[in-house]
């Protein structure tokens, strides 16, 4: 089976940018390096696999460029410019697409921030200016900041979105309603939105997991929301590696999904592991 992961991670673990991860999060409070990420893929037959920003500096996206022209299992990057700054980004994002081919997204770290940032006429331009460059923008916002997003959304017809982490649910508390019909909307009005199924692990209480069939118990009413609001057309698969670390080894994460589809046959497994990827950065 093809395998492509769209959300991976390296980082140096070292500065203020990684003050989140706390003691509680220790086991990845370390490095991962390229090196790290060659052998997860090896492991598990990762055809290949797009880094993620994790920094908000153009200088570690141009880090992870470097990283991908030199290694061939890595497929594309998604990095960061500011998008506060409206159309003067289009320098940047011009840079960096002379730097490397492999500038395949741009995101912003939305989550945290109040909503209405996403609304500002500054950030929906900055938005506009990456779809403008042929760039994908990728949504980290929380179920929270869905309705904000939407009206992003909404704003740029002509920008391909991708939804990471599912929008990030509130699965530890059990709460699905609110989220699931948000998605319902935006997934049934907007056929430019397509949604990363990743990152979900780590948004339960996977502490008490005695096991990946009880994760998989937990999850699958998300992993269902998700189908039935894009579609198996619009849904691609990521691990969230390194971070997924926190509640199960890659194999685990990687197998909450396999199951999944196994027990439900008419989504397409390819789809979900290569075809949606390709299709949304270009691989091809």
């Not at 991670?9 to 090196?35: K, N, P, Y």
């Not at 500038?103 to 940032?117: F, V």
């Not at 309705?147 to 990471?164: D, G």
């Not at 997924?244 to 397409?268: I, K």
Request: proline letters at 3%; glycine letters at 6%; aromatic letters at 10%.
């Amino acid at each position: 089976m093809r395998v492509i992961d769209t959300h991976n991670h390296v980082w140096q673990c070292q500065g203020e940018h990684f003050s989140w991860i706390t003691d509680d999060l220790a086991a990845i409070r370390r490095d991962f390096l390229i090196d790290d990420l060659q052998a997860v893929m090896a492991e598990n037959s990762i055809e290949g696999a797009i880094l993620v920003q994790a920094i908000p500096s153009i200088e570690e996206t141009e880090w992870l460029l470097d990283i991908a022209e030199h290694h061939d299992e890595v497929k594309g990057v998604v990095g960061w410019v500011d998008i506060n700054h409206g159309a003067e980004i289009a320098e940047d994002l011009q840079r960096l697409q002379r730097k490397s081919r492999y500038l395949k997204g741009i995101r912003y770290m939305s989550q945290g921030l109040p909503e209405s940032h996403l609304v500002t006429p500054q950030f929906i331009q900055g938005v506009r200016c990456v779809g403008e460059q042929g760039v994908v923008y990728e949504l980290l916002v929380t179920h929270q900041q869905l309705e904000a997003a939407s009206q992003l959304i909404s704003a740029c017809p002509e920008v391909t979105f991708v939804i990471e982490h599912a929008a990030k649910p509130a699965v530890r508390d059990g709460e699905i309603t609110r989220w699931r019909e948000q998605l319902m909307l935006i997934g049934e009005a907007y056929s430019n939105v397509f949604c990363k199924l990743s990152g979900l692990v780590t948004e339960a209480d996977y502490a008490r997991w005695t096991g990946p069939e009880q994760a998989s118990q937990e999850l699958e009413p998300y992993f269902s929301s998700v189908f039935a609001a894009f579609g198996h057309e619009r849904v691609m698969y990521g691990s969230d590696w390194p971070v997924s670390l926190l509640a199960l080894p890659y194999a685990d994460t990687l197998g909450l999904y396999q199951n999944y589809l196994q027990s439900h046959q008419t989504l397409s497994s390819d789809n979900f592991f290569y075809r949606v990827a390709e299709k949304v950065y270009s691989l091809k």
